[in-house]
Structures are given as structure tokens and as C-alpha cells.
């Protein structure tokens, strides 16, 4: 796939040096000086210097793309926020809440890197811990071989999860519906299993010295077509009218644009991941670029839209190609704080 993505890149230079050939061809069928139109011996051809311009732009995402195979993949990188909020009950100021997203446990083969994730996100000693979906590729199966080291992950106050559209086996053939039953089973069994709760279309409420702000979790919805649509945001938000300050945990972000902020204002922050930035992009303090912006208008990092806020995980693992380049694999850490 690399090999034939760099060769595009240089059939596209190639291309525009024929058609400036073929220009010049047509221009000296009406005119008599053609010694003019082409020289004899130029310091340097236009045809050759397109040539190695090809060469040096398909060198550029060529390597990129190794090097994120060989070390890219595993650049975890700790991204931390602060966010202020006026109506966060006062005994939650200050409260640190941590986030991964979309795991793709059957991508990983060895344990070893994943370790490293959760030594990192253990160090970060939150309040609160969030996977927001996208425990294996297709099977529950993937993840057997790293529950153990799943198990590790603590927080005071829990660790939630939900799940993401890979996590339903939609994506795997069945020989029979019950296979496919059985094995969303096992995967709940599993958040059992490594003391975390999984949410679906439900919703928790965390008490602090009196004070209480919700954690609601929704299956996943996405506003795609070829997404199936679980999520039932109005199950997941249920008698949450009491509740100052509510957390929307949901996998995809195009979730946010589509239903919540139409529909519920009571919303403050919701947590998704689901575009992976694509695995390939520019994602720096100065210019963030990924080729997913052209399907999703919220993808990586913080969105505002009046009081409420969307942050968009860039996820912790891969899928499709084995690597990353230039968006970096994410642990994302924030801290509330009430706004006076």
C-alpha cells in the first residue's frame, strides 16, 4: 500500500510534465521557429527537474509512513487540558479525569507495548478513568491475551467504558446469530472481569461531599450510514434533569454535531475518539491536518459550541495500516474546575 501510494504521487508530477509536453508539441505544429519552443541544450530540462521534484515529494510520505510502522505506533503521548465550568458542583473542582480510546487489542501482538500504555496512564493517578470504545478489531477473542494487563488500570473513583463500533462483531462473519450474541456477551464479561463499568445507554451518578454530576454512557451512534446506530441518547440521559453537571461518554464525534448539542443542552462534555486522526497527518501547535477532516468536522482534540465541549481522543492503538505517522497515539488528561 505504501509502495503504490508513493508511486501516485509520482504519476501525478509525470502527468503534468506529458501535458506540458503535449502543449509544446501542439504549439510547434503552427509555429515555423520550434528551435525557439525547445533548445538544444538547456542547463536543466523542465521534464527532469519534474522528475526528481516526484521523486523527493514521494519520498517524504514514504518514509514517514515507515518510520510510523516502526516507532509511530507506540509514541504514546500524555495530552492534558483544563476546562472551566460554572455550574460544576464545587466539591468536584479540581477533579482529573483520563481518557483512551479505541484500543484494537487483535492489532497488538506482543503485551509488552501495551504495558507501557497503562504504566503511563496508572502514573497519571486520576480520579476517574474513560475508555470510550473500540476494545478489539472484530472478535472479543483479541482481547484475551491482554486482560491481565488491562486489569492494572485504577482510579479512585472507577473506570467506565463504552463501547465503539468495532466491538459488536458486525465486522466478522458468523456462522450462526448466537456465535454473534455470545461474543458481545463475553466482551461484557471481560469489563467484569477487569473492574470496569460498562455503559450501555445508561448512565451513574458520582457523589462527592453531597455534591453529584452524572457519567452517562451511550452505545455507539455515528450519523454515517454504513454505522449502525445503538446509541438511544434519551435512554442514556434518562432522569439526569436533577443532576448540575452530566459527562457523555460516546464513540463517535459525529454523535456530538448530530444529536447532542440538538437535543440535549444538558450535556456538558462529551469524551469520543472513533477517527484515529486517520493514523496520518500534520498534528502540530501551529497546523493540524489529517485527511479524516474531509469526512469528520470534529476529529482530534477540543470543540466548543456555546457551553458545551466535544473532545475527540486520537486513540491509543491502529487498525488497517500498522502504524502511525504524525498523529500520535493518545492519553488524554483533564482537569475540571468550576468557573466563577
Known amino acids: 500500500m505504501i509502495i503504490y501510494l508513493c508511486k501516485l504521487l509520482i504519476v501525478i508530477f509525470l502527468l503534468v510534465d506529458d501535458l506540458i509536453r503535449l ?30 521534484a516526484a521523486l523527493v515529494v514521494a519520498a517524504i510520505p514514504f518514509a514517514s509512513l515507515i518510520y510510523g510502522m516502526i516507532y509511530g505506533a507506540f509514541d504514546y503521548k500524555v495530552r492534558r487540558l483544563k476546562l472551566a465550568f460554572s455550574n460544576l458542583p464545587e466539591a468536584f473542582n479540581g477533579l482529573k479525569i483520563l481518557q483512551f ?11 509488552h507495548h501495551l504495558q507501557r500504555a497503562v504504566d503511563m496512564i496508572n502514573a497519571e493517578k486520576a480520579d476517574i478513568i474513560f475508555f470510550t470504545g473500540d476494545f478489539v478489531n472484530n472478535k472479543t477473542e483479541e482481547i484475551y ?15 467506565f467504558s463504552i463501547l465503539g463500533n468495532h466491538d459488536y462483531g458486525d465486522y466478522a462473519n458468523w456462522d450462526r446469530t448466537e456465535d454473534k450474541v455470545n461474543n458481545l456477551a463475553a466482551l461484557f464479561e471481560v469489563n467484569r ?18 455534591q453529584s454530576i452524572a457519567i ?41 454535531d448530530a444529536q447532542v448539542l440538538k437535543h440535549n443542552p ?39 459550541k456555546g457551553r458545551q465541549y466535544l473532545y475527540v481522543n486520537r486513540g491509543l492503538g491502529f487498525l488497517g495500516y500498522p502504524g502511525r505517522a504524525g498523529i500520535r497515539p493518545e492519553i488524554t488528561v483533564i482537569q475540571l474546575t468550576t468557573k466563577s
Do not use: C
Open 23 to 52: 502543449g509544446r508539441w501542439v504549439v510547434s505544429l503552427f509555429t515555423r521557429d520550434r528551435e525557439a519552443i525547445a533548445p538544444e541544450h538547456p542547463q536543466i530540462t523542465r521534464s527532469l527537474f519534474i522528475s526528481q
Open 193 to 210: 472481569n477487569m473492574g470496569w463499568d460498562l455503559l450501555t445507554n445508561e448512565n451513574r451518578i458520582i457523589t462527592r461531599n453531597g
Open 266 to 304: 444538558k450535556i456538558d462534555l462529551m469524551l469520543a475518539g472513533h477517527t484515529h486522526g486517520m493514523q496520518f497527518g500534520v498534528d502540530t501547535k501551529w497546523l493540524k491536518w489529517s485527511p479524516i477532516q474531509y469526512f469528520y468536522k470534529e476529529w482530534a482534540g477540543l470543540y466548543r
Open 216 to 256: 452517562a454512557g451511550s452505545e455507539n451512534w455515528g450519523s454515517f450510514a454504513r454505522f449502525a446506530k445503538y446509541g438511544d441518547l434519551d435512554k442514556t440521559t434518562k432522569n439526569l434533569d436533577n443532576i448540575p453537571f452530566t459527562i457523555l461518554l460516546s464513540h463517535d464525534p459525529s454523535h456530538w
Open 101 to 111: 480510546s479505541d484500543m484494537h487489542t487483535g492489532s497488538f501482538v506482543e503485551s
Open 145 to 159: 491475551p491482554f486482560v491481565e494487563v488491562l486489569k492494572q488500570i485504577k482510579a479512585p473513583m472507577g473506570v
